[in-house]
């Protein structure tokens, strides 16, 4: 149980590489706090810095109050789950787990009592005389969960700790995980680049973006209120789509037609002074055959034709992707997270609109379908910094 | 069938291949065994299989303390030369597998450079110094030039292991709060036994058999090994030739070295890192 905080803490490689920036963090104590990002964001070499296995270049982290930076990591007793799980092969699965407690000199009827006590939660009870060569990798994973609780340390750190599993699999610990936090209340931090764990599992997510924090904040909060284009392109899957637009005489005319801005967004863009071209940001969900909107409803948005290439029917909802005629929204952010999906590599990708319809709607595949979209859930950003220009608190 | 008959044709020339190798490797120490059972009147008759069998060489050489003597050199300078070139090389190629630090290539290069350095070159000096130091005829004196030449060995063999074990294995006992010694110790140092048993065979092998430091810098039976004392059996009078209790203590001699491997050979198990990591 403790708080973490990491005032303007930074990484600096010898070859003069900034990996990590001026991070301003402050973990609650009891917190669930996820680092997402891109690979290469500097989220890993952020926890090892909270672990102590990197030097911090500069910046103090404190843990309870108390500055660690010098500290080795045996002496922060904070525990960490990797990505690979690192679990000892030549120990048992109960050697594994009591090993933290064995280096910390515990009796040996304690160490079993507390073993057998983490194995009952994680469901390893019958498993604890074999070695990690003949477990699976769910139970792997579990053991390595096991080694970190076992010892009731100040925080757990995981890095990337279901990325290995199976999808279905990576469902089910996901729900583990956060059950078992809840359950201990250890402060806990955790790096993923899967937005769905970052979604599901955290108090509060960190976005980073180049050894930069974006924004911090609820998940929620950052599905509905992006700080910047990246943070709007990253967090939400299937992800918000991006479309240039002009915005003129309080209308905003694009290639998904010509809209009139509701009073709300207006008001944002005048506070924010908007340039006349930016970019537009709208979330699948907020597009709806326009046959099943409520004619009430329709003037508070705008209506195109759209062809549709694909029709994908998750049976409670439509997927369907279309092309958008005219330029590509285009910024440094986007190109990033095109660069990191691997949509960078996938011709005509930029130009394409996904939209998630009611399972009602009559969308065919390489059909035109009538397409409305609610006009006040529109993000406006500028193309020159990728700010928020409709960004509230 | 075609493919049947394929893999059998296949199957027989590999197997006269090996059996060519098996024969090529084994009949030069199968003959030695055989002359160390032959009677001294059958020794030259150059049958493979001893007409008259005999244990008299054996007991010829066990009769005199001389072989017993060298014996217990060899055994006791080969061990302890082992096993301070396997403790100090293991802790070498740990550094050099896992550390960077400033002049890591140049250890490296030195240590290949000893491996490659004739030894014969060097006997004269080391004969010299050691009169010097004292050091000639004593176990230290061949235990030093053992442990000289086998560290190169031990440290290339040992660094490629080490390298083989994932290091975020380090990196998870330090943060369970292991200090680094503890983290070597009950972490890494078990998983990098199969390579520290294999290296103590080779480096034990190495010291057992060597013959040219061992009749250079010895001069009494107070060091003397096995190899070298066997190059100064003589028969009972100078027209006896003693070849057959060369053969019977070349055969005792070689026995250590097949128990060692076998005793050994268990705890090679490959893959015992399987587990360690995903996969």
């Known amino acids: 149980m403790a708080e973490i905080v990491l005032d303007k803490v930074s990484k600096k490689y010898p070859d003069g590489a900034l990996a990590v920036s001026e991070v301003d963090i402050t973990i609650g104590d009891g917190e669930f706090i996820i680092l997402v990002g891109p690979s290469g964001c500097g989220k890993s070499t952020t926890l090892n810095m909270v672990a102590g296995l990197e030097d911090i270049s500069s910046g103090e982290l404190r843990i309870d109050g108390k500055r660690v930076n010098e500290k080795a990591p045996k002496d922060r007793d904070i525990a960490m789950v990797f990505q690979s799980y690192a679990l000892y092969p030549h120990m048992s699965v109960r050697e594994n787990m009591a090993f933290p407690l064995r280096l910390a000199k515990v009796d040996d009827k304690t160490v079993l009592a507390k073993v057998e006590e983490a194995a009952k939660i994680l469901d390893l009870t019958p498993h604890l005389d074999r070695k990690p060569a003949n477990l699976s990798g769910g139970q792997r994973q579990r053991v390595a969960m096991g080694r970190a609780i076992v010892r009731s340390p100040k925080a757990f750190l995981m890095d990337e700790p279901l990325s290995n599993l199976d999808a279905k699999l990576r469902g089910q610990m996901r729900t583990s995980v956060s059950k078992i936090q809840k359950q201990l209340g250890t402060t806990t931090l955790y790096v993923t680049h899967d937005q769905t764990e970052a979604m599901t599992l955290g108090d509060r997510v960190v976005v980073l973006r180049a050894g930069y924090v974006q924004q911090i904040g609820s998940p929620q909060f950052l599905y509905d209120n992006p700080a910047n284009l990246f943070v709007a392109g990253f967090i939400g899957s299937p992800s918000m789509n991006f479309v240039p637009a002009t915005l003129e005489n309080g209308e905003l005319r694009s290639a998904l037609g010509t809209t009139p801005l509701s009073d709300r967004v207006r008001r944002l863009a005048e506070a924010a002074d908007a340039p006349r071209e930016i970019i537009m940001g709208i979330r699948p969900e907020n597009f709806e055959d326009v046959a099943l909107v409520d004619p009430a409803q329709r003037p508070g948005g705008a209506t195109f034709t759209a062809h549709i290439d694909v029709l994908e029917s998750m049976g409670s909802e439509k997927f369907a992707h279309f092309t958008v005629e005219g330029e590509v929204a285009t910024a440094a952010e986007l190109a990033e997270l095109a660069a990191d999906s691997g949509s960078a590599d996938v011709p005509g990708a930029e130009s394409q609109i996904v939209a998630r319809l009611s399972a009602a709607s009559s969308a065919a595949e390489n059909a035109d379908l009538e397409v409305w979209y609610d006009a006040d859930k529109i993000k406006l950003f500028d193309p020159t910094n990728g700010k928020n220009l409709t960004y509230t608190e | ?279």
């Open chain 2, 1 to 279: 069938m075609v493919m049947g008959t394929v893999t059998t044709g296949r199957k027989l020339r590999w197997g006269l291949v090996d059996i060519l190798v098996l024969v090529f490797a084994l009949v030069p120490v199968l003959w030695v065994v055989s002359l160390s059972f032959k009677t001294k009147d059958t020794i030259t008759d150059g049958s493979f299989i001893p007409q008259s069998w005999t244990w008299q060489n054996y007991a010829d050489i066990f009769e005199t303390s001389e072989f017993i003597r060298a014996l217990v050199n060899s055994i006791g300078i080969a061990l302890i030369s082992t096993v301070i070139a396997v403790v100090l090389g293991t802790m070498a190629a740990y550094a050099i597998a896992r550390l960077d630090f400033p002049g890591k290539q140049l250890l490296v290069g030195l240590s290949l450079l000893i491996a490659m350095f004739p030894q014969v070159s060097l006997v004269t000096p080391l004969f010299n110094i050691e009169r010097n130091l004292n050091l000639f005829d004593t176990w230290p004196g061949l235990i030093l030039p053992y442990i000289t030449f086998a560290l190169p060995l031990s440290i290339y063999t040992l660094s490629a292991f080490f390298r083989e074990i994932p290091w975020e294995l380090e990196k998870a006992a330090k943060m369970d709060g292991a200090t680094p010694a503890q983290a070597f110790r009950r972490v890494i140092a078990p998983l990098a036994a199969p390579g520290v048993f294999t290296t103590a065979i080779l480096v034990f092998i190495f010291c057992w058999n060597d013959f040219l430091f061992a009749i250079s810098l010895t001069s009494t039976t107070a060091s003397r090994t096995v190899p070298a004392a066997l190059s100064f059996f003589t028969g009972s009078s100078q027209f006896e030739d003693p070849t057959g209790q060369v053969c019977a203590a070349a055969v005792v001699i070689t026995i250590p070295i097949i128990l060692f491997v076998l005793f050994f050979q268990r705890r090679i198990v490959a893959g015992l890192t399987s587990g360690a990591v995903k996969g």
